[in-house]
């Protein structure tokens, strides 16, 4: 699998994503936000979090308007893989290719812990790796993590099973305890908390690697999920 990750001025955990899709074996090119063209042959586009552009104007505005993220959108046109985590969610959401808006924590304070969560799909290459309703332990590091969005398009993504995942215990305010969604043709995700702080015992935890792994399984295979 060829998979490439974006990094932005400000991004902190592009390496992270890029060591936890290497150990899921694949291959990642790093795409500084000035290119104007992807590597061809991508499978998956890697959107990591951080603070782009210091969080200035909203979270993600700025790096959504970013030459690399035109590109970004016509691969996820395409029918390209695109995971965006934490700030990569909030610049997916900017850019419009994920529905609702990622407001200031409910508590109005970053949150920087473990986060138990549920899977609510499996039926997504993102999410393949796991049961439904399965248990996972994720860490979560956000100031701007409180998924919104009106009420329609809360009923459109429940009837479309296009909840990833959803906390335990809420750390932020997200309606119906979202902390990830995915695109109508189930290939683009969007999360708040960090499978990639989680994908090696050294880092307390392994529950973010089957995200990879699966990943991994799900487009080297050719099929997949949820097409």
């Known amino acids: 699998m060829r998979a490439a990750v974006i990094v932005f001025p400000g991004s902190n955990c592009d390496r992270d994503l890029a060591v936890a899709l290497r150990g899921a074996g694949a291959e990642v090119a790093m795409i500084w936000h000035k290119e104007t063209a992807l590597p061809p042959g991508l499978a998956l586009v890697g959107i990591p979090g951080g603070f782009s552009f210091g969080d200035y104007l909203r979270c993600g505005a700025i790096a959504a308007r970013s030459p690399v993220m035109r590109a970004v959108a016509d691969h996820a046109a395409a029918g390209g893989p695109v995971l965006g985590i934490c700030n990569g969610f ?80 809420n750390p ?21 908390p960090h499978p990639e702080r989680a994908s090696d015992p050294a880092l307390g935890g392994t529950d973010g690697a089957r995200l990879f792994t699966g990943l991994a399984e799900a487009l080297g295979s050719g099929a997949l999920v949820g097409a």
């Open 90 to 169: 909030q610049v997916l959401i900017e850019t419009g290719l994920l529905p609702g808006a990622l407001m200031r924590n409910a508590g109005l304070k970053f949150v920087c812990a473990p986060a138990p969560l549920t899977v609510a799909t499996a039926a997504s290459p993102f999410t393949v790796g796991y049961r439904r309703g399965e248990r996972i332990l994720l860490p979560v590091a956000h100031h701007d993590g409180n998924w919104v969005a009106d009420a329609a398009t809360r009923q459109r993504l429940e009837a479309e099973d296009r909840i990833a995942f959803r906390y335990l215990a």
């Open 172 to 192: 932020n305010g997200s309606q119906g305890d979202v902390a990830g969604i995915l695109s109508a043709n189930r290939r683009l995700l969007g999360m708040m």
